[in-house]
T-cell receptor, first 110, second 116 residues
């Protein structure tokens, strides 16, 4: 079983709609959680950290459920520029040895 | 440009040849990481440096792979006797070691290796 599992998608989303997806992680000792965004043939870039209390950054909302060991990302009012692969990332140590999921592809259509 | 820089961007080589990649991290970052990414997968951790010290290596890093960071600044990743299975994007990342910032990695654009 992979340490971080994601639905690969693609999630086809009309422009302006809301899309949400989850990832699950297997190590209950995991300490930190992130969403990274990766455009085609580009490097991953940090989108946002995920906190237990849930956090919001503009149109993006991230939630963490430690009891069920899953993380979610919700994108409101989707833009064409939101089309990308979203990588769920978990850190079980106190430094940057991050465990990446395989990514969820989101395609926003006009 | 003060981001993470990787060279070359692309490398095509024949099986059995040696290749070397270079990474220049963000100047004030003392932590440097190498990851490998294949098509349809997320990046996989290879190794990690704190300044010049290599502190951890993944079991993915066979004895054909060696990484160095001699002066605690740039790093090189060498693959000897390349195999077709080594074909992947090799990503370098750096981070600060201050508090929670050590978990926020900044990636370079990667080196795409194709072994023929």
């Amino acid at each position: 079983r992979k340490e971080v599992e994601q639905d690969p998608g693609p999630f086809n989303v009309p422009e302006g709609a809301t899309v949400a997806f989850n990832c699950t992680y297997s190590n209950s000792a995991s300490q930190s959680f992130f969403w990274y965004r990766q455009d085609c043939r580009k490097e991953p870039k940090l989108l946002m950290s995920v906190y237990s209390s849930g956090n919001e950054d503009g149109r993006f909302t991230a939630q963490l459920n430690r009891a069920s060991q899953y993380i979610s990302l919700l994108i409101r009012d989707s833009k064409l520029s939101d089309s990308a692969t979203y990588l769920c990332v978990v850190n079980k140590d106190s430094w940057g040895k991050l465990q990446f999921g395989a990514g969820t592809q989101v395609v926003v259509t006009p | 440009d003060t981001g993470v820089s990787q060279n070359p961007r692309h490398k095509i080589t024949k099986r059995g040849q040696n290749v070397t990649f270079r990474c220049d991290p963000i100047s004030e970052h003392n932590r440097l990481y190498w990851y490998r990414q294949t098509l349809g997968q997320g990046p996989e951790f290879l190794t990690y440096f704190q300044n010049e010290a290599q502190l951890e290596k993944s079991r993915l890093l066979s004895d054909r792979f060696s990484a160095e960071r001699p002066k605690g600044s740039f790093s090189t990743l060498e693959i000897q006797r390349t195999e077709q299975g080594d074909s992947a994007m090799y990503l370098c990342a750096s981070s600060s070691d201050r508090g929670k910032a050590n978990e926020k990695l900044f990636f370079g654009s990667g080196t795409q290796l194709s072994v023929l």
